[in-house]
């Protein structure tokens, strides 16, 4: 019966869930909405899950949590948080990690005046400022206002870096057996969780080794609707023995995936590797086009192909 | 009569205070010259004080110093270093940290020939070098000779950052009840202490609000003599449900305060964002003009503020 | 008797050693094929050490090796890994950490299909790439073709940085009473293996001393044939009283050592410094020509005299 019930959840419910995820306003240093949403959820369906999990919240763990299900070996890594604006003095913009938007974008926001639709500007030298009718208050973040666009192949939103990844995560919970869910912050903008996150689950399980479930790029090596992506490395370098044990994972069990070498980017698998714990990781994610930007695009067949992927290397790492 | 005497050290003696602090060579990598004064003077005021600390220090904490007030819910941090250069080759300086003077300006130390007075320069590609009637030793430090001015409204001098800090978190100690307060090393030039610090303050006693106890700027958008400045954001952003908390209680207080919302600049904060332990940080500091020169210049309404809302904020949060 | 067969090792046998660690293909990530020579050569040369130590290893310390002898107090950091390339798609190469090397430098390394032997060269924007025969496999990494020569007075070969901090390790291995020897990993692109190994010998063992045996560069202050150098400082700043207690272990010893002063650079010490264990440590390690090109050169008086340092430094600090 639970079988029937996730089944039916991977058809047309799931995309209402990704919808819903990419809606809520949570750039680094406010996933609170976030995390407040995902509790809800994951109190409600956890009752349909193969295992039910062990939630970890609360002020030990700042805006994060961490779900425990089974005997754990591996964790998943998702970031909650997305890029955006503060507003700074008079209608001066600065970024919140690195978005990448033309001027006139739609940016959306609260202060305690209301809420805020502005538009997106540049002055000469490049410097973003917000268009509206009154000031909106210091410290007040803005985020792209969201246009959901599916079709049969793809979907287009802003934060699909990583409400997609988020979404990932919580497919997996519904068969998961033995492993740990971990949904961080600040991911976009300079990190700060994954070190104390890793403590906990180090300290507590054992846990080393780790999944990053995140969006990368459709580049000049990484194709779409060629399957997720394996990367190799970005600006860090992940330990090679573990790298090969999840090459053969995906290679044994006939998942499609591409192999990514890139120099530069990172995630929160940068913050695991240089943490006083020991972990293994590796950063496996479906690429998008137009990255950090209010069109942002995935293909399905590597949503499905993450999704799956997932499932292996969490019973078999 | 503790009252007494607390009360009259904020008037005159303070200054004495200040003016003492900033005239103590240590840069960062050489804050046991600092530390060794702070010790004497806290074992001789604090019998003056409300509550009597317990004293942390010794090779566990290299040249830090950790006090401990009753049963803490939060820290103060204020670092003790302040910026200099290093003697390298020949007549050669190295910055520590980000030093900002002009040619000719007074620099002062101590190598085995004993001590130094000599004077900035620059060559034609702007690296820094200095002028003086011997070769000085390799390795030694270099700092700016003070020059302390202090006007009804204002008080001059290098080093305000931070040991103007330092002043601020030791006012807050005579009637402190409850709280950590951490004079901590080398915020100047990459840090390096505060991860140990929060780490052994976090596991004695599950502390995990801090305060940052320094100087920032004053800019476009945050003024002289308009209060004490809580920033909102610089290089990294605290989490919002904590920033929130603090500016409800210096509103509720009535403390003249500022708003600083920067994308750039970080201080013993960004190390307790990024440690392995869930701590909640917000800078809070007076601003200053001319920042890491030898004419810092921070204004007395300020201070005064500073400190009002280190005590409600030590009592409330 | 141990003491005669160790004398011996001093001679011949130790150059066929260090260039037989040269000679193994492990950078950064790839540390296990250089840790599994280690340990059989720990394993097979320990019965001729004064003391026999404690060898820790395994999937907690992912391919790192820490050895412990006695009591320790003072930990030597030598890094295992070397620059290198990463090949990306098409022909292209990454750098892992930062190779200096000309066009037609030969690389080699292996993938599925066999052993590598294959040309650098450079695009017209200067970006890395390589010429071979056949597509090498992406992720595959790539190091220079070793050319050892030795002279009467010098040593000229690859990743001298830091096969040779292995080497001196291993040397004051034989005769070490109380101390921990640390392999460490991914020193040359990020580090990562520094926090984890900091934590185990900190919690373990209460060491909090350091001595980071890597190798630096001859400059303008630091010449060939003049002794180890030991750093007072690189981008990173050590604590001034450690210095000055290892400067004065080197001069009552009249070891002939260099110091060095530099702005740039770091090593396994900078992450000593940010780790949340209060460690103190100091770079000391002698010069080289030509830094990360296939042909860094060290100086014979200057590899004695690095060792009979660590012997004191081990011995007295």
């Given amino acids: 019966m639970n079988q029937i019930d996730s089944e039916r959840d ?3 419910p799931s995309t209402h869930l990704l919808k819903t995820l990419v809606g809520i306003h949570a750039p680094s240093g406010e996933e609170a909405r976030l995390a407040g949403y995902l509790l809800q959820h994951i109190q409600k369906e956890q009752r349909k899950w193969k295992v039910k999990p062990e939630i ?5 763990f700042q805006d994060c949590i961490i779900l425990k299900f089974g005997e754990p070996r591996t964790a998943i890594f998702a970031h909650m948080d997305t890029t955006g604006f503060t507003v700074r003095y008079g209608n001066q913009l600065l970024a919140i990690g690195s978005p990448d938007a033309e001027p006139g974008t739609c940016l959306v926001g609260y202060d305690s005046l209301g809420p805020i639709e502005c538009y997106l500007d540049y002055d000469q030298e490049h410097h973003a400022l917000y268009r509206f009718e009154r000031a909106i208050e210091r410290g007040t973040s803005l985020t792209y206002k969201v246009d959901f666009h599916e079709t049969k192949r793809a979907i287009e939103s802003p934060y699909l870096d990583n409400r997609l990844g988020v ?4 497919k997996v919970a519904e068969t998961l ?3 740990v869910i971990v949904f961080s912050c600040w991911e976009e903008h300079g990190g700060g969780s994954v070190p104390y996150l890793a403590r906990f689950i180090y300290e507590q399980w054992k846990v080393r080794q780790a999944l990053i479930a995140d969006i990368t790029w459709i580049t000049d090596g990484v194709y779409p609707e060629k399957g997720v992506a394996i990367s190799m490395r970005d600006r860090n370098i992940p330990r090679r023995t573990y790298l090969d044990r999840i090459i053969a994972i995906a290679e044994k069990n006939r998942v499609p995936f591409q192999l990514e070498v890139e120099g530069m980017g990172s995630s929160d698998g940068r913050e695991l590797q240089v943490s006083p714990y020991p972990f293994d990781w590796c950063f496996v994610g479906a690429p998008e086009e137009r990255p950090h930007s209010p069109r ?3 293909y399905k067949k590597d949503i499905a192909s993450m999704i799956k992927l997932y499932g292996f290397l969490m019973r078999e790492l």
């Fill in 56 to 60: 970890f919240t609360g002020p030990e």
């Fill in 167 to 170: 979404y990932v995560a919580l």
């Fill in 177 to 179: 057996e033995n492993g």
């Fill in 10 to 12: 991977v058809q047309e």
């Fill in 296 to 298: 942002e695009k995935v």
